[in-house]
Structure formats: structure tokens, C-alpha cells
């Protein structure tokens, strides 16, 4: 069984290729509002690394938001036309758990406008809802925090997203319908289009 993951929902794109239960390729880079031009040239880097054919590939698994309002549509149109074209399951999972991964961890991720994307995770699950807070509001119950810290005036902490979307495989939801997977943002549409 071959899977590829990919990321593009924050500043970082993440791909990996999962072969069963190991990571045989990946690429993770700080890439900025360039992850639509960097994402195919990558991705076809790691298929001839991992010497794969599009054909090869059994499943997808993407980062569903919340995060960047165009990235995380970036990773998903990828993945849906995919999906849609080569008849292959389509998975998601939630953003802010990807960045936790087994951790025991606050994830704290950039929302702009004095506010970030949150949740408290632990052995991979979410311990309540994935929020939007102002910075000022946003709690220090976990014994580590992952993300953004530089917001709170710390040294930011980040994780490898592939190995985490390894480690989370039990936590990939179906899709039952591929043209039906949207992205999950916790903010109105409107407030992204405020350039802050």
C-alpha cells in the first residue's frame, strides 16, 4: 500500500510517500506562498527517489485545515483531482493534530490578526475543539507547546509532519464522497482576506 501525504496548510510544504508502514521519501520546507509552484516539481522528485509511477499510488492523505486560506486549498484541489482521476481513497486530518502528532502538546499556529489556530492534543487525539483565539487568551496547559511560539514570545517548535502523519494513521478519515472535502477553517472566509 502507497500513500502520499501532503501538507501545505501553514508555511511549510510536506510531502511523503508511505509505503506500508514506513516513510520511504519525503520534503519538508519552509515555502511560504510558494507551495502551488514548488509542489509538483517536489512531488515528482520524491516518486523518482522512491521509484513510483503515478499508477503506483493506492491512497492520499492531506492536512484538512484549519491553517493558510489558500494553502490548505493547495494540497486539497491537488489531492481531489487525484483522487477523482485514479479512483484512490482520499484521507484528511485535522491540521492542528498533524502539528501534534503523539505529542502532549499545545499546537499554536499563525491565524494573523493577533490570533492563532489552537488545540490541546495528547497520544494523538484532540482534548476538546480546535479554536481561534487572540493571543492573549490562549492557555498554557501543556507541558510542551508546538508551532508558532514566537508569538508568545518563545522559540518556535516544529514538528516532522510526515513521520507525524505516519504516527496518526489511525486518526486518517475517509472521505466518502472526494468532490465533497472542503477545507475546515474556524474563521469566517471574509477575515482571511484581511492582509494584516
Known amino acids: 500500500m502507497i500513500t502520499v501525504c501532503m501538507d501545505t496548510s501553514h508555511v511549510f510544504l510536506a510531502l511523503g510517500i508511505i ?3 514506513r516513510v520511504i521519501a519525503s520534503f519538508q520546507e519552509s515555502c511560504w506562498k510558494k507551495q502551488s509552484e514548488e ?3 517536489q512531488l515528482m522528485r520524491l516518486m523518482d527517489e522512491a521509484g513510483l509511477q503515478p499508477e503506483d499510488i493506492d491512497s492520499v492523505v492531506i492536512s484538512g485545515g484549519p491553517g493558510s486560506y489558500t494553502g490548505v486549498r493547495i494540497a ?4 481531489k483531482v487525484f483522487c477523482s482521476m485514479r479512483s484512490v481513497p482520499l484521507y484528511t486530518i485535522p491540521t492542528l493534530l498533524l502539528y ?14 493577533k490570533r492563532a489556530y489552537t ?3 495528547r497520544a494523538g487525539k484532540m482534548l476538546g475543539e480546535q ?3 487572540p493571543l492573549e487568551d490562549i492557555p498554557q496547559d501543556a507541558p510542551e507547546m508546538v508551532g508558532d511560539l514566537h508569538l508568545l514570545q518563545q522559540e518556535d517548535c516544529w514538528p ?7 504516527a496518526l494513521k489511525e486518526e486518517w478519515q475517509p472521505a466518502e464522497n472526494v468532490h ?3 477545507p475546515e477553517y474556524l474563521k469566517g472566509s471574509e477575515a482571511y482576506m484581511v492582509k494584516k
Open 19 to 21: 509505503r506500508d508502514d
Open 39 to 41: 509542489i509538483f516539481p
Open 76 to 79: 486539497m484541489t491537488v489531492a
Open 100 to 113: 501534534a502528532g503523539q505529542k502532549d502538546c499545545r499546537v499554536v499556529l499563525d491565524a494573523r490578526g
Open 119 to 121: 488545540a490541546r492534543c
Open 131 to 133: 479554536q481561534v483565539l
Open 160 to 166: 516532522d509532519l510526515i513521520a507525524n502523519f505516519l
Open 180 to 182: 465533497l472535502v472542503v
